[in-house]
């Protein structure tokens, strides 16, 4: 069973920042690939970012390559994605999820962290 915690959501203006953060729980994390999604109204869900926790291999969507990263904080627990040259585009719910490792859905995901970006 993995938990997760999101955070770091808000407000912000049209070429700002923000750092969206996941605090995850449970056991052998190692053999998790975790996820950011977010999910628009009206909207497809889209993977922005994902990340094996245990290796540096990434994955970003088109549309935030460049501009997105993630990472991961080991001795926290914690994922992270920074955000920045926002854009109204990016206004959505995201949140964090996990997968066992070679599965092909998600199985846990967290509660979402509200980005708005005013333009």
């Known amino acids: 069973q993995v938990q997760l915690v999101e955070s770091g959501g808000g407000l912000v203006q049209a070429g700002g920042s923000l750092r969206l953060s996941c605090v995850v729980s449970?056991?052998?994390?190692?053999?998790?690939?975790m996820g950011w999604f977010r999910q628009a109204p009206e909207k497809e869900r889209e993977l922005v970012a994902a990340?094996?926790?245990?290796?540096?291999?990434?994955y970003y969507a088109d549309s935030v390559k460049g501009r997105f990263t993630i990472s991961k904080d080991n001795a926290k627990n914690t994922m992270y994605l920074q955000m920045n040259s926002l854009t109204s585009d990016d206004t959505a719910l995201y949140y964090c999820?996990?997968?066992?490792?070679?599965?092909?859905?998600?199985?846990?995901r967290g509660q979402g962290t509200q980005v708005t970006v005013s333009s």
């Open positions: 449970g056991r052998a994390l190692s053999l998790y690939t």
């Open positions: 999820a996990a997968k066992f490792r070679g599965s092909q859905d998600y199985q846990y």
């Open positions: 990340s094996t926790w245990s290796a540096p291999a990434t």
